[in-house]
């Protein structure tokens, strides 16, 4: 009993303190639940400070158990996990103290029910901005040579077939916030269908990355590279609570369709200190692999912390992993279905950018630098009036950069697809896309930090077309 009494003591002190880490716990069935706020409730557990719930709620659960082929694994893991939110959360505090989270997550692990025990990195967005000068003349379309330059992706073979600019298709971004009202982006029907997107300067993140896919094809501004393709968010931020990154993940798939594009434009910090791809962590794994599972395509940032996925500390997993984790760099181990993507240099170069994680997980690259979309304002601000809608930017960065860049092209080749046009393929599944992605376009020209090739729609094409 005097175990019990400390564990509601640790929870109250935390209950004060603001951090940059969530605690997530896995119980051996998903009824569990109960358990644990009954013996909360007995020992004065504070309510109003600690909310206890399931990682994904009942709706999603049953969506997922009831449209997928067979059981699904991962999907069972899944629902067995609880995110313990301490209040009060404030996702700009930079108190990084774990010590007292430590000390209730060794309490935790010695409950009969509880699995696991875990600490998790709050995420946020994979970008890299370079200092620019604001208020540039605007050249929009001509400062888009990641299309149909040197070093580009060949935009203009696709466009030229049916249905190859996306108008098939439906984009899913996973992250903070975005302008879906932007000039810019009004025939993509852009909306937010789950969270609370953020209202400070955090949406021209990922404003930027959904006007490199889908920014429409008129007289003014950028083109997308999949231009008429529907582009939605789904956002891991829900008002004052901590983030629901699995939830936002389940939320994209269950609205999107098999074959459909999901891009998961997020990193947290790793084991090595550095950011790194969201996979790593288990809750997340279960939940892109029960995207990919559905169908969905997920293209996922690897991360700007150049880390090295094959280093031995991938294998050991963090204190109070479940048991069965496995290492999801590792592919012979373990395999979400999604599809990593690493950052490379603009132009004719495909080396490797410095900051960009790195491994043989990493499948493919895309431009990390010296990409011109909406959002941020650098490039041009309207007349020099402060509208947000109508911002562009020529220097987006990082593998946030990257990521629509690949994801672009797959959404538009898809589309494609979609109409016929490939004997005895209707849709392109996500073993079949990585398996493209790997087996075609320009190589890396350093690959022993391997990221990958940089995608060719004239090669993606005549593959599918062989």
């Given amino acids: 009993m005097r175990a019990l009494i400390t564990l509601v003591v640790l929870l109250t002190t935390l209950a004060i303190c603001e951090s940059k880490y969530q605690l997530v716990v896995q119980v051996a069935n998903r009824g569990d639940l109960p358990l644990l706020r009954k013996f909360m409730s007995q020992n004065d557990f504070d309510s109003e400070r600690i909310t206890l719930k399931h990682t994904v709620d009942d709706e999603t659960f049953k969506h997922f158990a009831n449209s997928m082929n067979g059981p699904s694994q991962s999907l069972e893991q899944l629902s067995r996990y609880i995110n313990v939110d301490l209040a009060p959360y404030d996702p700009k505090s930079n108190n990084n103290d774990q010590q007292e989270q430590k000390r209730l997550q060794s309490q935790l692990l010695q409950l009969p029910f509880v699995t696991a025990a875990y600490l998790k990195s709050l995420p946020e967005d994979p970008s890299i901005i370079e200092d620019r000068d604001a208020n540039k003349t605007p050249l929009f379309v001509e400062k888009q040579d990641y299309l149909n330059g040197p070093g580009g992706f060949n935009v203009k073979a696709i466009h030229d077939l049916p249905g190859g600019k996306g108008e098939n298709v439906k984009v899913i971004d996973v992250e903070r916030g ?31 990355v959904t006007g490199i896919i889908s920014a429409n094809d008129n007289d003014f501004g950028v083109t997308g590279i999949a231009p008429k393709s529907k582009i939605l968010g789904s956002c891991y931020n829900n008002e004052k609570a901590f983030p629901n990154v699995p939830l936002s993940i389940l939320a994209a798939a269950k609205a999107v369709d098999p074959g459909d594009v999901m891009l998961i434009e997020i990193q947290a910090f790793g084991p090595q200190g550095s950011v790194i791809a969201m996979e790593y962590w288990p809750d997340n794994f279960h939940a892109l692999k029960v995207a990919t599972e559905s169908g969905v395509l997920v293209f996922e940032a690897a991360g700007n912390g150049n880390a090295n996925f094959d280093d031995p500390i991938y294998n050991k997993g963090e204190q109070g992993f479940p048991a069965d984790w496995k290492n999801p760099f590792n592919r012979s181990l373990a395999d979400s279905g999604a599809i990593l993507v690493g950052a490379g240099s603009s132009g004719n170069s495909t080396k490797r950018l410095s900051f960009s994680n790195y491994g043989s997980a990493v499948d493919v690259h895309g431009w990390g ?29 990082g593998t946030s950069s990257a990521t629509p860049c690949v994801s672009g092209c797959i959404a538009a080749l898809q589309s494609w697809v979609k109409t016929g046009a490939v004997s005895g393929k209707k849709l392109l599944t996500p073993a079949d896309v990585r398996s493209l992605l790997r087996s075609t376009g320009r190589p890396q020209e350093d690959p022993e930090k391997r990221i990958g090739n940089r995608p060719d729609l004239i090669q993606l094409i005549k593959a599918l077309q062989s």
């Fill in 178 to 208: 975005w302008t879906f009202e932007h000039e810019d982006l009004k025939e993509s029907e852009g909306k937010v269908i789950y969270g609370t997107p953020a209202s400070d300067d955090e949406f021209h993140h990922g404003t930027a």
């Fill in 369 to 397: 630098q010296n990409v011109a979309s909406i959002g941020y304002g650098d490039l041009y601000r309207g007349d020099g009036v402060r509208d947000r809608n109508q911002f562009y930017t020529s220097s987006f960065s």
